[in-house]
Structures are given as structure tokens and as C-alpha cells.
């Protein structure tokens, strides 16, 4: 049987203000999974994250990472995590091996193992050539990778991201799944939160659902994504669609050869492409309205 990265049981969190952001909580993730972890804004993410690296309290539960217990083994459990928190946070004027370099040493390692490690981050997310610069000069997606790095200075086991790609461009995102998709195959086990159901999609084996400080969903991602069974796309044409297309579409057309169609079990994004294609017309995009989370969400949540 494959080794727990992360167990979790019973964990509640009541804020000091009386907020409950973790209503008894069970979640595991197993060595080498690729997790996502999903909810609307408030719903308990972060607060779980912020309890498993130490940072939030909790109220009541058992929290272990690779066997270490948060409450009497915190240094071990700390140093088998990298996390790259939701907003920039390290000193702008500072160089970027300064920042990389000096997490190292907040891990324990010795100047020469925290150069070596430095080094070897850097070059890996294409910031070497950056090193001497103060942060402030980094793009925004350089200053992403830059959070990625120094959350890896110290070799660890689990990485931890809170919406990695938020406000990240197209091309910038695919970059960074291609990294983060090799550093699981290399045997990271990750954990993130993202609010783009295209990247749990992408990257994700499994991922839990949590609403209101309770897990409301927690399986495979192909599972989960079966119960997506009703979305609306948004399809461009090159020249507008004939009435009897429109109508076997069920199209509701939004003019300047826009069309918003609906796609379920039995009328597949796919069966609608190929009628498209059938008629006079070529698509030129197909976007989903929306934000795709939030509709898997409200299906489940309708279920
Ligand atoms: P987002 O997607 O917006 O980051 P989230 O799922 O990460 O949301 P949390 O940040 O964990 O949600 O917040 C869960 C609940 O706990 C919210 O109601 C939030 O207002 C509350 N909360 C979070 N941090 C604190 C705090 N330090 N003090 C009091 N309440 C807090």
C-alpha cells in the first residue's frame, strides 16, 4: 500500500472571532498524488494550508504528513513541505539568490548546501540568469517561478501551492503545468488550490471539494468531472449559422456570429462541433461561459 502524504482527521478550526472556516475535515493524499483542492472564496482553503505548514492553529484534529504528527513532530512536518503562498511576499529589494538562498538557510542547511540548492532551483526555473537582479525587476511570471523556487530550496517531499496561475497569462500558465506536471513525476506529491477547473483537468488526479468548512466532494477527477453534465460554451463562426442549424443546436445567438450552446451526456460538446462542421460555417473559438468550477459546484451542490 502506497505511503499517506498528508492525513487529516477530525480537523476543525473556529477563528478567534468565532468564525467555524473547518467543520471536522478528513482528507488524504497518498505519496506522489497530484491534489487539487476547490471551493468558492472563504470556503476553507487557505486555512487548511495555513494549518498544515504551521502557520494557523487548529481547534481540534489529527494532522500528519508523511507520518510526522503537526503537534509534537512541527520541525519535521515543516521541513518535508515547500509552500508557495497566494501573494508575492518576499522583500522586493532584495536579490533573487538572496531570497532562494536565504530560505535555505531558514531550513537549517549549511551556506555551502543552500548554495549548491540554490543554484540547482534556479537554473531549473529558468532564473539564473536573473540572480544578481533585486526581485522588483522580475516580471509577474518570473516572480511566480521565483516563489516556486524558494519554496524548493530545501528538497521538500510535498509541495503546497494556493492558486499558483491566478492572474497568470495562457502562455505563462502552460509553462508552469509543464513544470509542476515533471515535478510530480519525479515523485513531489502537490497540493493546490486553483479556482480554473482547466488546470485540476490538466494536472490533477484527485481532488475534494469544500464548501463552507466541510468536504463536500473528494474523489477522481474524471469522476468528478462526469458529474459536470450540463455546461454552456460560447462558439464564434466565421459566417453566421443557418436558422435550421441554429435550431438543432438550440443555440441562443448573441449576434457578430456568436452563440452560446448548451452541452450535456447526450448532446456532447463533440456532437455539437461535428454539426457545426456540417454546416456552411467554421469555428473560429469555443470558450466555456463562465467559470467551469463554479458550475461542477453548482451541480454537485444541486445534487
Ligand atoms: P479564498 O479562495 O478566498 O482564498 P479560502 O477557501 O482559502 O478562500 P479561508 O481563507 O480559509 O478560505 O477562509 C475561511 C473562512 O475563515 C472565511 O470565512 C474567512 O473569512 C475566515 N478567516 C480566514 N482567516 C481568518 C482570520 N485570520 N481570522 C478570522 N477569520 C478568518
Known amino acids: ?44 482553503k487557505t486555512t487548511v494550508i ?15 504528513v508523511f507520518g510526522h504528527d503537526l503537534d509534537t513532530e512541527l520541525n519535521e512536518v515543516k521541513n518535508s513541505i515547500g509552500v508557495v503562498p497566494q501573494e ?19 531550513y537549517g542547511m549549511d551556506p555551502h548546501k543552500a548554495a549548491t540548492r540554490t543554484e540547482k532551483v534556479l537554473k531549473k526555473l529558468e532564473l539564473w540568469d536573473k540572480k544578481d537582479q533585486k526581485s522588483i525587476a522580475l516580471s509577474g511570471g518570473m516572480k511566480r517561478r521565483l516563489m516556486i523556487a524558494r519554496a524548493l530550496v530545501h ?3 510535498l509541495l503546497i501551492l494556493d492558486e499558483p496561475t491566478a492572474g497568470v497569462d495562457v502562455e505563462l500558465r502552460r509553462g508552469m503545468w509543464e513544470y509542476l506536471k515533471e515535478l510530480n513525476k519525479n515523485g513531489t506529491t502537490i497540493l493546490l488550490t486553483t479556482h480554473y477547473l482547466e488546470e485540476v483537468e490538466e494536472l490533477c488526479q484527485y481532488a475534494a471539494m469544500i464548501k463552507e468548512g466541510e468536504i ?11 458529474k459536470l453534465d450540463q455546461e454552456v460554451f460560447v462558439f464564434e463562426t466565421d459566417k453566421s449559422l443557418t436558422s435550421k442549424a441554429i435550431q438543432i443546436l438550440n443555440a441562443k445567438d448573441r449576434g457578430d456570429n456568436v452563440y452560446e450552446i448548451n452541452t450535456s451526456p447526450k448532446n ?8 457545426i462542421s456540417k454546416s456552411k460555417a467554421n469555428i473560429i473559438s469555443i470558450k466555456p461561459k463562465g467559470n467551469r468550477i463554479e458550475n ?6 444541486s445534487k
Do not use: W
Open 216 to 226: 463536500v466532494l473528494n474523489d477522481t477527477v474524471k469522476k468528478l468531472l462526469n
Open 1 to 44: 500500500m502506497s505511503k499517506l502524504a498528508i492525513s487529516i482527521k477530525n480537523l476543525s478550526k473556529t477563528y478567534s472571532g468565532g468564525i467555524q472556516a473547518l467543520k471536522s475535515i478528513d482528507l488524504t493524499l497518498k505519496e506522489g498524488d497530484f491534489f487539487a483542492l476547490l471551493g468558492a472564496n472563504g470556503a476553507g
Open 50 to 64: 495555513g494549518i498544515l505548514t504551521g502557520l494557523v492553529t487548529k481547534t481540534y484534529g489529527e494532522v500528519k
Open 88 to 106: 508575492f511576499n518576499f522583500n522586493i529589494f532584495e536579490k533573487v539568490y538572496d531570497i532562494v538562498c536565504r530560505q535555505g538557510g531558514y
Open 268 to 275: 456532447t460538446l463533440q456532437d455539437n462541433i461535428d454539426i
Open 296 to 301: 461542477l459546484f453548482l451541480s454537485v451542490i
Open 155 to 157: 528538497d521538500p517531499k
